[in-house]
């Protein structure tokens, strides 16, 4: 469930000033296949701590490559904060 809510983040974050949004695939590379840059990286970081009421640092994703990644940090993350 969380993959899907993920994956919707994601898109919101490349959808196009036309309001196209892309397929996001978990394998897909952030920088290579959804054209991530630090800007949108920065979005992205906003929307998921939006959509998940998290408190994240850009520290914590910078080694992040890819949308499965993502996911994976995103469970971890609330995992921890259910502790």
């Known amino acids: 469930m969380v993959d899907e809510q993920v994956k919707d983040v994601i898109a919101s974050a490349i959808e196009t000033d036309e309001g196209v949004t892309r397929r996001v695939?978990?394998?897909?590379?952030l920088a290579d296949n959804l054209d991530f840059d630090s800007v949108r990286m920065m979005i992205l970081i906003t929307l998921l701590e939006e959509k998940f009421n998290l408190d994240i640092d850009e520290g914590e994703i910078s080694d992040i490559k890819t949308v499965s990644e993502v996911t994976t940090?995103?469970?971890?993350?609330?995992?921890?904060?259910e502790k």
Not at 73 to 80: A, G, N, P
């Open 73 to 81: 940090f995103i469970e971890r993350k609330l995992e921890k904060n």
């Open 25 to 29: 695939k978990s394998d897909d590379s």
